[in-house]
């Protein structure tokens, strides 16, 4: 089988996962990843986490590697939403402000 043909009989998920997956790898340096998790409704499980870094020392021994915590990201349900402007809230008594803001 070619590596990049699809297998046949995929589930709808497992074309979901790929399709995602295919995704986060063409549009890596564009700025479309947070927008595609935000609309895939998968933020809270991919953005809900811990950055590190990795940290080389050079010794007279060799390298000494060890990574660190860079970022503590964090992702409320209710950021799928932005916040509609106080200043439109208030000219329209009937408007609502979006969940959670």
Known sequence: MNPFELKAGMSKIEMRLLIQN??????????????????????ETVFNRELHAAVIYQTNTGQIRQTVPVL???????????????????KNPKMVQNPGW
């Open 22 to 43: 295919e995704r986060r790898k063409e549009m890596a340096f564009e700025e479309h990843r947070f927008y595609d998790v935000r609309r895939w409704k998968i933020a």
């Open 72 to 90: 503590k990201m964090n992702f409320e349900k209710k950021m799928y939403l932005a916040p509609i402007p106080f200043s439109e809230v208030i």
